[in-house]
């Protein structure tokens, strides 16, 4: 079982890059819908608002509420690994964390008390158009997340200038030595296809 880590700060267009990379598993996989792909929801609120969503994709969805898997939730997180393993026995996991998670503290706390060998990749979304303004804020949290990132996805790039982008890609590649793509999620959505079935290649490839 491979376990992709979805994270990034509230409103950064986790659940839009979710689909692509869902969806680019099945097509590495030859397509055809034979390939179990499992997603769990951390929602921080009472309601899943993505689970519709996703579950309409064809995509089986178990939802965590109320607090992050990083501390409260962390053995409903276990929990919920070793269901989905006995009841759907999926080949990939796609965890998409609320966004004050620390995606890296997850995936070693799955890998050091569910499975020391997984294939985990951390992902992270970042909103180009607020990046300047969110770093004031919460630089520290940002910090974390994509210090220890595999993949970051500028995304929005839609919305911004090309000096803007330009200066959050180098703040970015300055925290990170993970790879660093430039998309559109929402805009541009078969340019961030291709990108996550590259990202999905390389993903398999370390196995």
């Known amino acids: 079982m491979r376990l992709v880590i979805l994270g990034g700060f509230l409103g950064t267009g986790k659940t839009s890059v979710l689909m692509p990379v869902a969806r680019q598993i099945v097509e590495a996989a030859g397509g055809g819908g034979k390939t179990r792909v499992a997603i769990i929801e951390n929602e921080i609120g009472q309601v899943g608002i993505d689970t519709a969503f996703t579950e309409g994709a064809g995509f089986t969805t178990t939802e965590l509420f109320n607090g992050c898997v990083c501390c409260t939730l962390a053995s409903s997180l276990m929990d919920s690994l070793c269901q989905l393993e006995r009841d759907v026995d999926p080949e990939w996991v796609i965890l998409e964390t609320t966004g004050l998670a620390r995606p890296h503290d997850i995936a070693e706390s799955i890998r050091r008390y569910y499975d020391e060998n997984m294939n985990t990749t951390v992902c992270i979304t970042v909103d180009v158009n607020r990046w300047n303004r969110l770093k004031k804020v919460v630089g520290e949290l940002l910090t974390e997340q994509i210090e220890n990132a595999d993949y970051v996805f500028l995304n929005k790039i839609d919305l911004a200038d090309a000096e803007t982008i330009a200066a959050v890609r180098k703040?970015?590649?300055?925290?990170?030595?993970?790879?660093?793509?430039?998309?559109?999620?929402?805009?541009?959505?078969?340019?961030?296809?291709k990108i996550c079935l590259e990202i999905i290649k390389e993903i398999i490839s370390k196995d």
């Open 171 to 193: 703040d970015i590649e300055e925290l990170t030595k993970g790879k660093v793509y430039e998309i559109s999620a929402k805009a541009d959505t078969e340019g961030t296809e």
